[in-house]
């Protein structure tokens, strides 16, 4: 069975970090790209960042762009994503995706789904 399973999630203070892991089982990582989402209350689910499955390549949302960075590490099954001065606009249910398409920020590209981490960014 095919599965993605994210972890890492908590609650943290603005200026804080926190790194999310997505763990792959049933299937290789070194074949599919790695998307990471997140979706807030009240809101549609937008693409945080994107990594390619040799991870060479990696795309940002500008709302992250120098605080998050994404990796994988492909021996482990693994992929993560370093969060690094969080602020309260980062608050969401964050989910990692694998897609075997060119990886980007829009959801639909992605085929499987993990079933998401809660971040809280608050004093």
């Known amino acids: 069975q095919l599965q993605l399973v994210e972890s890492g999630g908590g609650l943290v203070q603005p200026g804080g970090s926190l790194r999310l892991s997505c763990a792959a089982s049933?299937?290789?990582?070194?074949?599919?790209?790695i998307g990471w989402f997140r979706q807030a209350p009240g809101k549609e689910r937008e693409g945080v960042s994107c990594?390619?499955?040799?991870?060479?390549?990696?795309i940002y949302a500008d709302s992250v762009k120098g605080r998050f960075a994404i990796s994988r590490d492909n021996a482990r099954n693994t992929a993560y994503l370093q969060m690094n001065s969080l602020r309260p606009e980062d608050t969401a249910v964050y989910y990692c995706a694998a897609t075997i398409q060119t990886p980007n920020l829009a959801p639909g590209t992605y085929n499987y789904w993990g079933q998401g981490t809660q971040v809280t960014v608050s004093s």
């Open positions: 990594i390619t499955y040799s991870g060479h390549n990696t």
């Open positions: 049933g299937f290789a990582l070194d074949y599919v790209a």
